[in-house]
């Protein structure tokens, strides 16, 4: 689908003949086809502009290793900072706190709120023994409280009995009293999915943080997301403080740009990838797949690798 | 219009007046890849603009009006009205697309209009396999007046499907609107089973599905244009629908599908509600992209 970065950079890479270090002249050269790989991955434009001003630093000047092309030098240092930017793997969800521990979900529409509540939940249940309620707080959008009672049979979760007329400022708070008085260790709350720009329903996720108190607030996102992922990251994490994301449909064939863009406008940990719409189908991040996703290049990162070792 | 008014102020914050030279070529084609037009189809249109005036003294305004201009070349000649043949009936409208792009409440703000329209209209619940997407279409239909065909989650789609078409027939229905599951073009197996739907159609009478609508998630980057290139292949998609472009997403890649497909696109959905379905309209769209008022 894509030309790979390493196919444009091919070019380049036996152009430059540079020996020594890398010239400031060998490293735009090498960045201008950087920025389009990770404008056609849809990092955003904004993130792609820091990001390469972060690689110009660190590349010119840098000593070449001997039988790599500065080309290929350049590649790795980006590489290296994609995956520092992306963040650490196996930041999981923290259930450090008083149980009930609340964990919130939230996001734009059919992003996979409820699909990975209930994933979730099944992964606390089966792999961390915990006890789980979930509940579905969106009285919007149709057969919504249903499908989550669904998910609650086929995993065998507690869900929290539909109460019809109910608010979901209401249903949250009814949930974690439901969650002290039965004994449960983790509460979701899925909520309904929202626009970042219609102001009553981001007043009203804020009123339900308020009324739940969630240790963790995560949100949801397609990994197919363009350049609005830095707008509508942005948004959430400032009218709720989000803990952390996950990115759904990671299955897909897209590059997942959009992982780079909400990682760096927020600073917030990619906990978990959403990889299938089966309830087992969720992973742990991995930032360094994720970056030879986005670049298409893992072959030169393992020469260059491969060149280090051998000093 | 919240969209155009965010990116008016970005292009009148580029220019007072000034010449059109490279520094402000890449500025504008930086705004056009912010919509998510995509590298090459911001560059096709920057280039145009270059070759019209470069080295002019251009406002914002007129940069704004010209790349507007440009926009809606690509996109008037896909922005057409849904025409149903009731010759046929039912005419069979199949509704395909990635999970969550919209389907199932993109047929009901069309079922609305249809039978607002005075036309009888059937659905068929054709997502067997989401938890409650089968509920989910039972409320639309209801809204919407509608009759409704369904079996149990895990049954077969395609035949489903077949039930819907010979139960539609029989009630004397003009339009019957089929939903599936939502699928990635990438899972071959999920794409055979749509191939298979679409097989069975076609041997109740040979014209169906007479239309296939595809959903396009307005957020999405340019992973849709593949979304597009996969489900037309596999279902023979006819028309197209941008779903959510209530949010910031503009939905630019729309731009690089048109020039590159030029399958008609019948819709916009615009909220969640029964009336939130518009028809496309070129020029507006593109003025959203290049950031002029209407
Ligand atoms: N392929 C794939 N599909 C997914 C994944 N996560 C969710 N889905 C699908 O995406 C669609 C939407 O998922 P939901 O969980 O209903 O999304 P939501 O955010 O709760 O949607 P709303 O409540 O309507 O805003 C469904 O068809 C899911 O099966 C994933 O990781 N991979
Ligand atoms: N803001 C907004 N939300 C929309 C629009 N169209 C659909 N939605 C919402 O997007 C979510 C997913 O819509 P669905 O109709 O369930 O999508 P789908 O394609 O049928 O999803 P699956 O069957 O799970 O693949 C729901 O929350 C809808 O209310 C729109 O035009 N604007
Ligand atoms: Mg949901
Ligand atoms: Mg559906």
Redesign the pocket.
């Known amino acids: 689908m894509f030309e790979t970065l390493q196919d444009r950079l091919g070019a380049i890479l036996n152009g430059l003949t540079g020996r020594g270090s890398l010239s400031e002249a060998d490293v735009s050269a090498a960045l201008r086809e950087v920025r389009r790989a990770l404008l056609e991955a849809d990092v955003a434009l904004e993130v792609v502009r820091s990001f390469t001003d972060a690689v110009r630093e660190k590349a010119v000047g840098a000593e070449i290793l001997k039988s790599i092309k500065p080309g290929q030098m350049v590649v790795k240092i980006v590489h290296d900072e994609l995956v520092a930017m992306l963040g650490s793997e196996g930041v999981s969800i923290d259930l450090n706190a008083a149980a009930p521990v609340v964990i919130m979900m939230v996001g734009l529409q059919g992003s996979g709120?409820?699909t990975t509540s209930g994933k979730i939940a099944n992964r606390l249940k089966t792999r961390d023994k915990k006890k789980v309620l979930m509940a579905s707080l969106?009285t919007r959008?149709p057969a919504?409280q249903e499908?989550l009672r669904q998910l609650g049979v086929q995993t065998g979760v507690d869900t929290l009995p539909i109460i019809a007329g109910q608010s979901p400022t209401d249903i949250a708070a009814r949930a974690v009293q439901a969650a002290k008085l039965g004994g449960h260790d983790v509460v979701i709350l899925?909520t309904?999915?929202r626009t970042h720009i219609d102001e009553p329903l981001m007043i009203e996720m804020a009123e339900i943080k308020r009324k739940s108190n969630p240790h963790e607030i995560l949100l949801v996102a397609d990994a197919l997301t363009g350049q609005d992922a830095v707008n509508l990251a942005r948004n959430f994490d400032d009218r709720v403080g989000i803990t952390g994301l996950v990115l759904t449909r990671m299955d897909g064939d897209g590059r997942g740009g959009a992982a780079l863009s909400m990682r760096a406008v927020t600073g917030k940990p990619i906990k978990l990838i959403g990889v299938g719409e089966k309830m087992g189908e969720l992973e742990e991040f991995h930032p360094r797949r994720v970056a030879d996703r986005i670049l298409g290049m893992g072959d030169i990162v393992s020469l260059v690798e491969k060149a280090a070792e051998h000093i | 219009a919240r969209t155009s008014s965010h990116l008016t102020g970005q292009i009148t914050g580029l220019f007072t007046k000034r010449k059109l030279d490279d520094a402000t070529l890449q500025d504008l084609e930086d705004l056009l890849i912010q919509a998510d037009l995509g590298v090459e189809t911001a560059l096709r249109i920057t280039d145009t603009l270059a070759a019209e005036r470069y080295g002019k003294d251009v406002t914002g305004t007129d940069v704004g009006r010209i790349m507007a201009g440009e926009i809606t070349k690509v996109l008037e000649p896909v922005a057409k009205p849904l025409e149903l043949d009731l010759s046929h009936k039912p005419h069979v409208i199949l509704v395909v697309g990635v999970n969550g792009t919209g389907k199932t409440t993109t047929i009901g703000k069309l079922a609305a209009k249809l039978s607002g329209a005075g036309l009888k209209v059937m659905m068929a619940a054709g997502d067997t396999f989401r938890a409650a997407a089968i509920e989910q279409l039972h409320i639309w239909a209801e809204r919407t007046g509608s009759d409704i065909v369904s079996s149990r989650l895990g049954a077969d789609a395609a035949g489903l499907a077949y039930e819907a078409y010979e139960q539609a027939k029989e009630k004397k229905s003009d339009v019957l609107i089929i939903d599936t599951a939502g699928r990635l073009q990438n899972k071959s197996e999920l794409m055979a089973e749509l191939e298979k739907i679409v097989r069975v159609l076609g041997k109740l009478d040979p014209d169906a599905p007479h239309t296939v609508l595809q959903t396009l998630d307005a957020t999405t980057g340019q992973n849709a244009m593949n979304q597009v290139e996969i489900f037309r292949n596999v279902a023979g998609v006819s028309g197209l629908i941008m779903t959510k472009l209530d949010g910031t997403a503009r939905g630019g890649i729309l731009v690089a599908i048109a020039a590159k497909h030029k399958l008609p696109v019948y819709f916009i959905g615009v909220g969640e509600g029964i009336d939130d379905l518009e028809p496309f309209e070129a020029r507006d769209f593109a003025q959203a992209i290049a950031g002029v008022e209407a």
């Open positions: 709120k409820t969106d959008r919504a499908q899925d309904a999915g």
